[in-house]
């Protein structure tokens, strides 16, 4: 049996239909996922299930009060028909050197880019990742 990695961030549940998402995961575990907020310019929002220590499960779809954004949604989430597990993210200590070391081995996981989403409360969260667009057009890593 394969371990958990120890970097685990979190796992990424994408679902054309967020409010319905998160009333059959409440339903089925008897756990209800918390609201995280909005991503600013994407038409997303999520809400979040820890799975422990800091690494946490996000439930992700298009936010219905948002205005359509000027590009796709993530995750393929505009065609989506059901939800679906897509992606797993890491936390590296060092964003830069995990991919230059990516680079270096033959794999290119695409640009680091700025993110942010705003919390409930008002408090503006931000990081930096990559989507693995550079190899993998759907965006999934």
Known sequence: MTAIPARLDHLVLATPDLAATVADFTRRTGVVPAPGGVHVG??????????????????????????EP??????DLDSLAAARTVTWAIS??????????????????????????????????????????????????
């Open 70 to 75: 000027a590009g796709p949604r993530p995750f």
């Open 42 to 67: 994407l038409g997303t929002r999520n809400h979040l299930v820890s799975l422990g220590g800091t690494s946490y499960l996000e439930i992700i779809g298009p936010d219905p009060g948002r205005p």
């Open 92 to 141: 590296p200590p060092d964003l830069d050197a995990a991919v230059a070391t990516a680079r270096a081995r033959g794999y290119d996981p695409g640009e680091i880019r700025p993110m942010s989403r705003r919390r409930p409360d008002g408090t503006l969260l931000r990081w930096r990742l990559t989507d693995g667009r550079t190899q993998h057009p759907s965006g999934l890593v």
